[in-house]
């Protein structure tokens, strides 16, 4: 690395001149940005290089984490943090006259990912490195990510986000390990001289893989994996052959490389709906294609025989995106190496894995049979021939039950079901907290679970440490590490001994003092962003995610109308200030999620310039969430808003990074949040709402009825009346008609005001706990001592040694 503060600076200096042609005081952030990140991929390139060769000496098993997104984050402070020069660099770069935070805001933030799904990934990959495993990353390099929201009139507008316009330091083209993927054409069957039947293609479309690597580097050790992101492009001999084909116009020959192209192009900024869209298959399928291509030639140069494969290599997919791994890696086996049927599928089942993120029906993919067998035909013949086979086998187990087979096959009603191959293809089927893999186990998957019973597993999520608590709060961090010691940083497990000092009151008082620091800076930027002046001794109140009706961004924005209505009734109304803090995308076709968003915008706009209350409440919606900006909202909260309708939340991850950092929960049983109060009990969070249970029941009985709670609850009345007759939300129009409907008219979905009444009461005992200061940064410190748990290395630990059979390969530390 570097061998002091002066040699850092000496080759930073360098690096402007050689990679930018500068001198620091010609230099701008940006420029001083891409020359320390040049030159720190440069310092990581040489363990890069180490654990690459060690991986091929070693002959460790290799696991490949397919993921249609990975949601990394900015990279800079991370790699800093993760290669221990931070603080150095830090001072180097001041000596230079250069503010290391202004640099790391250069950082355009690459948003490959809609969500939790993409961020877990990116932990995984943090906790993977640091403990020494060999995992990777398989992605795609989409040239726009997640879209940039802009509010604009109180309502969501998208812009493209071109991620790319300042250059991505990290990334290493790889043309040398480009692979062909095939698209459409006909598929023959050829007998062979020895009267085998093999495969031909012809009329095929083929389009180059192109991979980008990014370095992933582990804290405090030497070994730094490998998220490797394909990009699209046309292949040398179709620009060849088009070129000298006069028959072909040079237009024509341009509109077939941007459609080959366009495989790359944008991510799908929608996490809610499976839309059956031709090119969302392509990408999957030029995904699944190159990963398992490059994975087996990694394999091919051990030179061992095939049936070793699933010794070496472990295909991961991430939910059942990447599903067409399993016919994927059957086609080559057979078509390309010639390997019979029972073995290939002995190998290929052997060697996949499957985690579950959702039970919600309306985001289950299945692609139509028509589709597939016109865009992959040869895929298709092979994912029929496992229905047939596995059909087959249901059969022979059960002669005769119809029904069964019908509910589990794997193409059905002109539908291949994503899932079901996903299950029946691999030998591990996980879900991502105890009550989701519960709800699969006994109704979402139930008669698989039934058929394989050994297959299914709980890996509860996890979040990085390093990410969310060293680097986004380096002051809690340095007090932790002040009171309980070093070994936190390896071991978050042993956060726990932080209990022995919950009585402490300096310690509690200090806790309290960050929290109030990290809101005074907060609130300077929410002052710089949106103009609006919040009081930092307000309670933060947070709710961040994804916007969905399940997610119950609406029953938080009713409580605060409701909140309003009262305060102005009775001024004298004794409450301790809120901020309430929302940040949420809604894909750009979820219509009920904009009208949210457009609610919550007039009540921020309708309370925040109202003179009566505006002591009282206050309302900031911040547009364009993401990794970046959760940084900077999650230290600052004390409240964490997790009130998804019970069963419906697979996990969360956003509810694990608040309560690392002092924030205390509010929430339903759902999910994590289960084991979050498993943790650390009654008394340091804040539960209300329906259980799983029974809200499962009132969907099977259809006795719930949302008119009779609107009906007998006058305060629920009260607040939804307000959408649709005139008041200050509604000013006369019409707006917000839809979301009354959706709660009155058409029996509230979500139970959003069964559980109104329990919400209020949660609500009024915070406003009430909060007043006492020690107690409350109890809680803190209850719920920061009670997070290592959930650090995604205990996550990935499990992941390791259960599903994947992989152990450390260098523990340089
Ligand atoms: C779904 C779909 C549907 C088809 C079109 C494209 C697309 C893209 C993404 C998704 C993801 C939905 C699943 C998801 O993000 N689940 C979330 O996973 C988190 C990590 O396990 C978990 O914490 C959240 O509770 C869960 O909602």
């Known amino acids: 690395m570097f061998k002091g503060k002066e040699d850092f600076k000496q080759a930073f200096c360098e690096k402007l001149e050689t990679k930018l042609g500068k001198q620091v005081d010609m230099a701008t952030e940006l420029d001083a940005y891409r020359a320390l990140g040049s030159l720190l991929k440069d310092k990581i390139s040489k363990n890069w290089l180490r654990t690459n060769l060690e991986h091929e000496k070693s002959q460790q098993k290799q696991v490949y984490y397919f993921s249609m997104e990975f949601l990394m984050g900015r990279l800079l402070g991370n790699n800093l943090l993760n290669m221990q020069v931070l603080s150095m660099v830090q001072e180097g770069l001041a000596d230079l006259g250069l503010d290391l935070t202004s640099l790391e805001e250069s950082e355009n933030d690459p948003g490959l990912g809609n969500g939790g799904l993409g961020r877990l990934a990116a932990c995984f990959l943090d906790s993977l490195a640091s403990l020494g495993l060999a995992g990777h990353g398989y992605g795609i390099r989409y ?41 459409g054409g006909e598929v023959h069957g050829v007998k062979d001289e020895q009267g085998n039947l093999t495969f031909e293609y012809s009329n095929y479309d083929r389009v180059n893989a192109v991979p980008y690597d990014v370095p992933v580097a582990g804290y405090n050790n030497e070994t730094v994996n490998t998220l490797r ?26 509109a077939h490389k941007r459609s080959l192209e366009s495989i790359s192009e944008f991510l799908y900024p929608d996490d809610s709906n499976e839309e059956g869209k031709q090119l969302r298959l392509k990408q999957e399928y030029f995904l699944v294609s190159a990963g398992v291509q490059s994975a087996v030639r990694a394999f091919e140069r051990l030179e061992l025989p095939w049936s070793s494969f699933s010794e070496k290599v472990a295909l991961h997919i991430n939910d059942t995106h990447p599903a067409l791994v399993i016919p994927e890696l059957m086609r080559i086996l057979m078509d390309e190496k010639h390997l019979g049927w029972e073995e290939a599928w002995e190998i290929t089942q052997s060697s996949v894995s499957y985690t579950n993120h959702t039970t919600l029906s309306e985001a289950l993919e299945t692609w139509p049979v028509g589709l597939v067998r016109s865009l992959l035909p040869r895929i298709f013949m092979i994912i029929n021939e496992i229905n047939e086979r596995f059909c087959e086998m249901l059969w022979n187990k059960d002669p005769g039950n119809f029904n069964r087979i019908a509910s589990l096959a794997i193409i059905a009603d002109g539908q291949v079901k994503m899932a079901h191959l996903s299950i029946v293809g691999s030998y591990s089927v996980n879900g991502v907290a105890k009550l989701h893999t519960e709800i699969l186990k006994t109704r979402e998957m139930k008669i698989f679970y039934e058929t394989f019973p050994e297959r299914f597993n709980n890996k509860t999520n996890g979040i990085t440490h390093r990410r969310w608590l060293m680097h986004a709060n380096r002051p809690l961090s340095q007090l932790i590490t002040e009171t309980i010691g070093e070994s936190w940083k390896e071991k978050p497990a042993q956060l726990t001994d932080l209990l022995k000092h919950k009585e402490d009151t300096s310690l509690l008082e200090e806790i309290g003092t960050i929290k109030q620091n990290n809101k005074h800076s907060f609130a300077e930027f929410v002052k710089e962003n949106t103009g609006i002046v919040v009081d930092p001794s307000s309670i933060f109140d947070v709710h961040i995610k994804r916007l969905h009706g399940y997610k119950r961004q609406l029953l938080n924005a009713l409580h605060i109308m409701y909140l309003y209505t009262k305060l102005k009734a009775d001024p004298t109304f004794d409450m301790v200030p809120r901020t309430f803090i929302f940040g949420a995308k809604s894909a750009p076709a979820y219509h009920f999620a904009k009208k949210v968003i457009k609610l919550i915008n007039t009540i921020a706009d309708v309370v925040n310039n109202d003179a009566d209350v505006k002591d009282k409440i206050k309302v900031v919606f911040l547009e364009n969430y993401s990794v970046s900006l959760a940084e900077k909202i999650i230290p600052a909260t004390n409240v964490s808003e997790q009130i998804s309708t019970a069963s419906k939340e697979a996990s969360g991850t956003g509810n694990m990074k608040l309560m690392m950092n002092g924030a205390v929960t509010l929430g339903t049983l759902d999910g994590a949040n289960v084991e979050i109060y498993d943790s650390v009990g009654n008394d340091n969070i804040y539960l209300f709402g329906l ?19 609107y009906e007998s609850d006058e305060r629920v009345r009260n607040t939804l009346d307000q959408l649709i007759h005139y008041s200050p939300f509604s000013r006369g129009e019409t707006e917000f008609q839809d979301i009354y409907d959706s709660l009155v008219t058409y029996n509230d979905e979500f139970f959003v005001l069964k559980d109104f009444a329990s919400y209020i009461d949660a609500q009024q005992k915070v406003n009430q706990d909060f007043q006492n200061s020690n107690q409350w940064n109890k809680k803190s410190l209850v719920n920061i001592a009670h997070s290592g748990k959930f650090s995604s290395d205990r996550t990935i630990e499990e992941y390791a040694s259960s599903i994947w059979g992989i152990k450390p390969v260098s523990t340089v530390r």
């Open 143 to 183: 040239k726009y990510g997640m879209f940039d929201q802009r509010i604009i009139d109180g309502y969501q507008v998208e812009l493209p986000d071109h991620w790319l316009s300042k250059e991505f330091v990290w990334e290493v083209r790889q043309p040398g390990d480009a692979v062909e993927v095939r698209f």
């Open 229 to 254: 992101l394909w990009s699209a492009e046309a292949t040398e001999e179709d620009t060849l052959l088009r070129a000298f084909n006069h028959q072909q116009e040079y237009n024509d020959f341009l």
């Open 691 to 709: 259980s799983s249970k029974e809200v499962l029941e009132y969907y099977r009985t259809g006795a719930y009825s949302s008119r009779q709670v």
